[in-house]
Each structure stands twice: as C-alpha cells, then as structure tokens.
C-alpha cells in the first residue's frame, strides 16, 4: 500500500514539470544556455540560447527572471544609418516548428543589477516565460570574460575578445 502510494505522489511530481512544458499544447526546447563571467564589479550581463518551437504553432518568449539581478529584459540589435544599436523589447517571436538564436550581437536577455558576480564553471537559474509553453525552468552556464560562444561549441574562438563596450562589456 505504501509503495502504491509513493508510486502514484512520484507520477504527479514527475509530471508537473512536463505540465508546465507542455501548457496549452505547446512546447518550445531550450538548449545551450550559456552567459560570460562578469569582469570585476559590472552590474550587468548577457544569457544566450537556442529556444525550438516543437509544438508545430510557434511561441513567444514573453518574460524571463533569474534570482540573479534585480531586472531581466529581452533585447535585440537593430541597424540604424550604419551603426547597431540595442534595445528592450516586450517579447520574441519563436517560429512555428523553427527555432531563434539568442547570441552576441543579436537578441539576448540583459540581467541587469547584477546581485553577485557570474563566476566561470557556475550555472545560474532562469525562468522562461512562453505565451503557450507557459514557465520553463532552466540554467544558464557562466563561460569565461569575453566568450562570444560556449566554450564547448566546436566553434569557440581560442582567445578572449570583448569588443562589446555597451552594457559594462556584454551585448
């Protein structure tokens, strides 16, 4: 009897999770989440990721929260007269069935207000928030100062360059 018991409580935590994932229908896939060490006091920094419809409908990434600072917002890069300038925006459309790369010098998430620094080989807790997909739990892996990829992509770059002056040094 008890084991029936234990057996059923652990179905219900097991599926609260894939719930949550699959809300309204939907389902979006959120892979190499990645963000860079933070260099001395910076208040802010940058999470990058690759989020894949597989719903068939597409999605939008309305909100995401870190305990990590005080403020999230999402961003892109935007070309005006020649020169790229960022800007918040209220959400980013996921194609249906495709994908969206967030990565330097394109869309990203800015933690801003940074509560501790991000320190290389820490992994730091996201919360996404999908129109359908609704809270997708996640983390972000802390790379070294100036990684303008993950270190374990086969195509890492073999130095640190950090040719993004704003935000304190992330785009």
């Known amino acids: 009897m008890k084991f029936g018991m234990l057996a059923a409580m652990g179905a219900v935590v097991v599926g609260l999770p894939l719930a ?3 809300a309204d229908g939907g389902g979006v896939q959120v892979k190499d989440s990645w963000t860079r060490a933070t260099a001395g006091e910076s208040p802010n920094g940058a999470v990058f990721m690759t989020l894949t419809d597989v719903s068939g409908r597409g999605d939008t990434l ?6 990590v600072s005080t403020t999230t917002e999402l961003h892109v890069h935007t070309g005006i007269g020649g020169v790229m300038q960022m800007h918040p925006v209220e959400s980013l459309p996921v194609p249906a069935g495709g994908s969206v790369t967030l990565k330097p010098g394109a869309e990203h998430v800015m933690l801003m207000g940074l509560k501790q620094p991000l320190k290389e ?7 996404l ?7 997708v739990n996640t983390s972000a892996k802390v790379w ?5 990829e993950p270190a374990d992509s086969p ?3 073999s130095g640190h360059e950090d040719d993004a002056p704003q935000h304190g040094g992330y785009q």
């Open 20 to 22: 949550a994932w699959a």
């Open 62 to 67: 309305v909100a995401v929260e870190s305990s």
């Open 121 to 127: 080989g820490d992994a730091i807790p996201l919360t």
């Open 129 to 135: 928030t999908f129109a359908n997909a609704g809270k």
């Open 144 to 148: 070294g100062v100036g990684a303008m």
């Open 155 to 157: 195509h890492s770059p």
